[in-house]
Nanobody, 118 residues
Framework: QVQLVESGGGLVQPGGSLRLSCAASTKNFSIYTMGWYRQAPGKQRELVAV???????NYADSAKGRFTISRDNAKNTVYLQMNYLKPEDTAVYYC????????????WGQGTQVTVSS
């Protein structure tokens, strides 16, 4: 079973930056579209950014211009660089590989907490 391990979260002041990492224990990592998602308290999990195997990206409106998704296939890792963080970015961040039918290829990891507060 593929494991997803997210890391890099923490407490940051508004306007600050964080870089999240997600390592996947799969040999075929490079073929998957990978996405970053987040879930704030009392809210549903939402898509933040996706990156397909060809390098195409898509971002939620809230992330455009501030977040950048990237991947290192040699390390089976997807990253999320987050700049100009806002309090509303506070959430647990997860990664996964979405399917075309709206499901996910892998079980969810434990996520990494991002808290933006002064």
């Amino acid at each position: 079973q593929v494991q997803l391990v997210e890391s890099g979260g923490g407490l940051v002041q508004p306007g600050g930056s964080l870089r999240l990492s997600c390592a996947a224990s799969t040999k075929n990592f490079s073929i998957y579209t990978m996405g970053w998602y987040r879930q704030a308290p009392g809210k549903q999990r939402e898509l933040v950014a996706v990156l397909n195997s060809g390098g195409d990206t898509n971002y939620a409106d809230s992330a455009k211009g501030r977040f950048t998704i990237s991947r290192d296939n040699a390390k089976n890792t997807v990253y999320l660089q987050m700049n100009y963080l806002k309090p509303e970015d506070t959430a647990v961040y997860y990664c996964n590989a979405p399917t075309y039918s709206g499901n996910y290829y892998f079980s969810w990891g434990q996520g990494t907490q991002v808290t933006v507060s002064s």
